[in-house]
């Protein structure tokens, strides 16, 4: 998923995709403004203390790699 700056686009597709036993990894813009990251952040933070077992993940430099069906 690509975050711009609409992050309540975010807030409403995290809504409907998040399911506790799937694997989400974000990508968040280097030119983005430090809130975005920071709100990312607190939302990615929700849903782990609602689901402490959930992978969420914020991609950060150097890209990590992330093949179908797991994240190495």
């Known amino acids: 998923m690509i975050?711009?700056?609409d992050l309540a686009i975010f807030e409403q597709q995290m809504r409907l995709l998040f399911r506790p036993n799937h694997a989400f990894a974000f990508c968040i813009d280097?030119?983005?403004p430090p809130e975005v990251s920071?709100?990312?952040q607190a939302i990615i933070d929700c849903y782990?203390?609602?689901w402490?077992?959930?992978q969420l993940m914020i991609?950060?430099?150097p890209p990590i790699d992330v093949y179908w069906g797991h994240i190495r």
């Open 30 to 32: 280097a030119k983005a």
């Open 48 to 50: 782990r203390a609602a």
């Open 3 to 5: 975050l711009h700056t």
């Open 38 to 40: 920071a709100t990312v």
């Open 52 to 54: 402490p077992g959930a």
């Open 59 to 61: 991609a950060k430099d």
